[in-house]
């Protein structure tokens, strides 16, 4: 059995209420915007990191949006857009980019529910889960080679040859 089975009581259930129940299972600290909308903070093993789910029921769309705060010297930008396709390059589900404005580093997903599908628990579970595991993965990339003087490829190396197991 899964840890999220029995905290849902009903199939007919809007989308932010099922995001409000995994993020109060996990204990995260969230906050319920609007009907449509939640916010929550997930401490990762670099950082927080700041997640917006919001509910489009025009587009039947579920998205995920996780922040971080990254402030790249301009000089590296070029090699920060160079990253950003090779971690993108890497992932399957969802999408990083740099907002420049907002100096945010940005994990991107839309879970499409079209057609009066119902989302799973363990489904926006995983989205979540999926989003933090991602920013973790390539957080120390990004700071490589923004501040590191790395190559892309050179940063992009340290995600992909992730370390297995346990010490």
């Known amino acids: 059995m ?15 209420d099922i995001v409000e129940s995994v993020a109060a299972h996990h204990d995260w600290e969230f906050d319920r915007l609007a009907d449509d909308q939640i916010a929550m903070v997930v401490e990762g093993q670099w950082r927080s990191y700041s997640l917006t789910l919001a509910w489009s029921a025009r587009e039947e769309v579920l998205r995920l949006v996780c922040t971080f705060d990254m402030d790249p010297p301009a000089d590296r930008m070029d090699v920060l857009h160079e990253l950003l396709n090779l971690a993108n390059d890497q992932v399957w589900d969802g999408g990083f980019t740099f907002w420049g404005a907002q100096r945010l580093m940005v994990w991107r997903y839309g879970l499409v529910l079209a057609g009066d599908a119902v989302a799973a628990p363990e489904q926006i579970d995983h989205m979540i889960r999926a989003a933090i595991e991602a920013s973790e993965r390539f957080y120390p990339a990004f700071q490589m080679g923004c501040w590191g003087n790395a190559t892309a490829a050179e940063a992009v190396g340290i995600a992909i040859a992730g370390a297995f197991g346990r010490a």
Request: no cysteine; proline share 7%.
């Open 2 to 16: 899964a840890q999220t089975d029995g905290f849902i009581l009903s199939d007919d259930i809007h989308p932010i």
